[in-house]
């Protein structure tokens, strides 16, 4: 393993994934072997009115000319070998979906619950506090049939979904479920509101859009949940989850996301996160990248509104031969705007991760402070980790705009000092590594959510260190 | 800022000159196939060397123009002439060297550096080295300071050894093109165990409308042996492209220590496309000092690959981009043995809506354990009109590296200069002192007379209204 270095996962690298089916030609890294049936777009846009069916169509042409990475910046670090989708087809259609159901679904603490799995939807739940003060969660199907005029205006936005970006626009033609959840202005939501999406049956692809709109004033916070369906991992074929997280945040709002990304080895992943921040506005994502097989992941916060801000955490924890493919794009328009923007990897095994920081102060965004960190920790002489934080500035009058990165091993006199007290050199290690990713857990905002994710982590340790014991 | 950006003008076309020389050879404008063995065929060079001409020359025609970086899109190389002889031999002496070209050297105050603290001279007058001295105990010692074209003839075994053997004609659309149609250049071979007591310089110019200048540095420093190289430049403005393709190949061998210093200054309608890239093999220490101030579009990327146990690599990057400049510069380091370190340490300035752009890479590559590296990025700028770009590349594969990364961006303070003017000072020396300041860590590693020059320059960036 030690002995691979450029690009090392090959098509067939899982063993399984290929087992017992013809081997693909072999593709260079920037290529993916998923093909979008055309029909089947077609059949649903002609199902839906002219404007989301211009939309579709629109989006399915650009999917099919656009090269997945757009960014010359970054066309050598993208590696889509591992994903073998010549099989993988989309849905076909939800199922239809329930109304909204009783408060009595909801787990301790939450307002609301939205539980998907694969083209099913299992809960949809608010609680009473939040339907009384106008708080809608809804099926994106539901959201057209109820108000059209909203959804088009939130649908059919250019601004969201890059226009230049492959996924993106896959993410925009292919999907056919979807969620959405609108506060209204000056309402606070107290609980987080779950998102869950249950993936991964082989040979399907789930593709989805979700929008969150905050009016002026309002806040909220969202748990994304990203799990394995019950119906995984069956021969080990493959499948894709394609999915946006849309958020609008009017003049003063605040919205905590926290995304627990925990699919199964047989998944791929993309994942589009898109913000427009007005003025005062305040977005704060934590978000933990612990399963699939690869995930290519964006995120683009546009902080357009004076003094907006963004904060956001990440981490990944990667065993296996994983790869995080992950890229965030902020930029800075309006004046005194803030971004503070930190991304974390522990990597074991061959796992790697490319993490891709883009900051871009515009020249109205007078008074920036903008700050970029990626640091990562390599557990094993096969991990591979990238950095990539770069800066473009047209505006110097910044309160600081600035990035650091490092990379290290587990500091031997964090090591030394838990030692000292008692610890055994394994469960020492333990501790700085999980400590290492902390920052993203304590930032979950529900304790049930943070206890799961802390036994993710926990349990991918375990299972990450008893095979480094096997393999030394 | 506004005052200072009125204040700033670019007087940089005063200090350029350029003389009227007949060239006793040249070949046609654009190159060709037999562009490239007429070249080989002027220089009566070996088949090896014609063969590696040509084998760069399909290469060049093969390869798409890069697609990142400054916009190329201009560059027209069938406007272009490959290869100028000035002169028909070298010449051993001064007194022999034409007095066209002698009074050019006297504006860049050659004779006088040479008397006061050469070691030796390389001078580059367009496509030939015509004038050459090397003092008498440098060639007791054994070090080789000699053109390019020269070696090829007198050394041709060591050269052949090592010649592109670190800069291959493939590596890159520019190095191909320079590889097809080189000349000149220095070369430099110092023995085992030598240390050179004095800084070997060239001084490099470009004359004549539409002229490339492709020259081929090749140093071969051996076991133990430690030496300074500098190399200047200055050039005439055009109203039409220059072009500058150059490849540089440094080899310390184990044990040595290189330290290569470079002042770039070409007109502003030069398109400055380089390689520049050194092995460090067992304990040896490579230095690439550089500073960017001329041009229109400069791409330079000095590269140090840590190819044996314990080597050192440091790299200091200095750009300054005033108007309608591009500088794309940066450092390069790969770690690929193990217990080597590397510091790189990048600084820009951009103003009057040029454009600086760090781009950079650090690798550690699979089996290069203990290693421990540090890159440092600031750009400052000076108005709201310019530019400043960061795009690191970090790639470890090893788990106990040691990387730290830092970048910052900002511009000159208001109380910075409230404070020197209360001082006395008026706004355009605080702004030149800070400037100045802010690049210090590239000016305290000349010569002195390099380090008063290279100030001087900067003082003529900042202060175009002082005189």
């Known amino acids: 393993m030690t002995a691979e270095t450029e690009g090392s996962a090959s098509t067939d690298r899982g063993g399984p994934a290929s087992a017992g089916r013809p081997r693909a030609a072999r593709r260079g890294p920037t290529e993916l072997d998923f093909e979008l049936d055309e029909r089947l777009v077609e059949s649903w846009a002609e199902q839906e009115p002219d404007w989301l069916a211009a939309e579709r169509r629109a989006a399915f042409a650009r999917w099919r000319t656009l090269p997945v990475e757009a960014n010359r910046l970054y066309t050598t670090y993208i590696d889509l070998r591992a994903a073998a989708l010549a099989a993988v087809r989309p849905w076909e259609a939800p199922a239809a979906a329930p109304e909204a159901s009783a408060p009595r679904a909801l787990p301790d603490g939450a307002a609301g619950l939205a539980d998907l799995s694969e083209d099913r939807v299992e809960t949809l739940a608010l609680d009473e506090a939040a339907r009384a003060a106008g708080v809608v969660l809804d099926t994106l199907e539901g959201f057209i049939a109820r108000d059209e005029a909203a959804a088009r205006r939130l649908l059919a936005d250019d601004r969201t979904l890059p226009l230049d970006d492959r996924l993106a626009q896959l993410t925009r033609a292919g999907w056919n479920q979807g969620l959405v959840l609108r506060v209204p202005e000056g309402v606070r939501v107290d609980g987080p509101i779950i998102l869950r999406w249950r993936a991964g049956a082989p040979d399907r692809a789930l593709i989805t859009r979700t929008i969150v709109e905050l009016g002026a004033g309002a806040s909220a916070s969202v748990v994304e949940e990203l799990v394995p369906s019950s119906d995984g991992l069956a021969g080990g074929r493959q499948a894709l989850f394609s999915g946006s997280l849309e958020v609008h945040l009017e003049r003063g709002a605040e919205l905590a996301v926290a995304g627990i990304q925990d699919l199964a080895a047989n998944t791929i992943a993309f994942q589009q996160r898109q913000a427009a921040i007005a003025e005062g506005a305040t977005l704060r994502w934590a978000l933990a990248q612990l399963g699939a097989r690869i995930v290519r992941s964006r995120v683009d916060n546009r902080l357009e509104g004076d003094r907006s801000s963004v904060e956001q955490v990440e981490i990944v924890f990667g065993s296996d031969d994983q790869l995080f493919d992950l890229t965030s794009y902020t930029r800075h328009l309006g004046r005194d705007t803030t971004g503070n923007l930190l991304s974390k990897g522990a990597l074991l095994d061959a796992s790697r991760s490319y993490m891709k920081g883009l900051i871009t102060i515009e020249k109205s965004a007078v008074g920036t402070d903008s700050f970029l960190g990626e640091f990562g920790m390599n557990l094993s002489k096969a991990a591979r980790a990238v950095a ?21 091993p587990i500091d031997e006199t964090q090591l030394f000092y838990l030692e000292s007290r008692g610890i055994p050199p394994d469960e020492a290690r333990k501790f700085i590594v999980l400590g290492f990713l902390e920052p993203v857990v304590a930032r979950v905002p529900l304790a049930a959510e943070q206890d799961r994710l802390r036994e993710l982590l926990e349990a991918k340790w375990a299972a990450g260190t008893a095979g480094a014991v096997s393999a030394a | 800022m506004a005052s200072t950006r009125e204040l700033v003008q670019d007087r940089r076309d005063e200090y350029a000159f350029h003389d009227d020389i ?272 001329g041009s229109r579009l400069t791409m330079k990327y000095p590269a140090i690959y840590l190819r044996g146990e314990g080597a050192t690599a440091d790299i200091i990057s200095v750009a300054v981009a005033g108007r309608g400049q591009h500088q794309d510069t940066g450092a390069k380091a790969v770690h690929l043995a193990p217990n080597t370190r590397s510091r790189i340490v990048s600084k820009s300035v951009s103003k009057d809506g040029g454009r600086a752009t760090y781009r950079g890479q650090l690798k550690v590559s699979p089996g290069a354990t203990g290693v421990v590296a540090s890159v440092r990025c600031d750009a400052l700028m000076l108005d709201d009109i310019s530019r400043s770009d960061t795009y690191p590349y970090i790639d470890i594969q090893e788990d106990d590296t040691t990387m730290t990364h830092e970048a910052t961006v900002g511009k000159v303070s208001a109380e910075q200069i409230f404070y020197l003017m209360s001082r006395g000072l008026t706004e355009n020396e605080a702004t030149n002192l800070i400037v100045q300041g802010f690049l210090e860590v590239f000016t305290k590693e000349l010569p002195m007379e390099y380090a008063i020059e290279f100030n001087r320059l900067v003082k003529l960036e900042m202060e175009g209204s002082l005189g």
Not at chain 2, 58 to 85: A, C, N, Q, T
């Open chain 1, 388 to 408: 990539i934080p770069s800066l473009e500035i047209d505006q110097p009058d910044c309160r600081r705009a600035a990035h650091s990165s490092s990379v290290g």
């Open chain 2, 22 to 293: 007949v060239y006793l050879a040249e070949t046609k404008r654009g190159l060709s196939r037999d562009t490239v063995i007429e070249i080989s065929r002027f220089k009566n060079e070996p088949e090896w060397m014609l063969a590696f001409r040509l084998r760069a020359y399909d290469h060049f025609l093969g390869r798409p123009m890069p697609e990142w970086g400054g916009d190329l899109s201009k560059i027209d190389f069938d406007k272009i002439v490959y290869y100028r002889k000035p002169s028909e031999r070298e010449e051993k002496s001064w007194d022999d060297v034409p007095e066209k070209i002698k009074q050019t050297f006297e504006k860049l105050g050659i004779p006088e550096a040479e008397r006061k603290f050469l070691a030796g001279v390389g001078a580059q007058y367009d496509s030939e080295v015509v004038y050459h001295s090397v003092r008498e105990e440098l060639t007791k010692i054994g070090v080789v300071f000699m053109g390019t074209d020269q070696a090829l003839i007198e050394y041709p075994e060591i050269f052949r050894q090592y010649f592109g053997t670190v800069v291959p004609p493939e590596d890159n659309k520019f190095a191909a093109l320079n590889s097809a149609v080189w000349s000149g250049g220095s070369f430099v071979y110092v023995p085992k165990g030598v240390e050179v007591p004095l800084p070997l310089q060239a001084y490099f110019r470009i004359n004549g409308e539409n002229t490339g200048q492709f020259e081929r540095t090749l140093i071969v420093v051996d076991e133990g042996a430690k030496v300074h190289y500098i190399e200047g430049c200055t050039a005439p403005i055009y109203a039409t492209d220059a072009l500058h393709v150059a490849v540089v190949e440094v080899i310390a061998l184990p044990g040595s220590k290189v330290r290569y210093t470079t002042i770039q200054n070409w007109s502003n309608d030069v398109y400055n496309l380089v390689t520049k890239r050194a092995h460090a093999h067992e304990r040896a220490r490579v230095e690439w000092i550089d500073a960017n101030t």
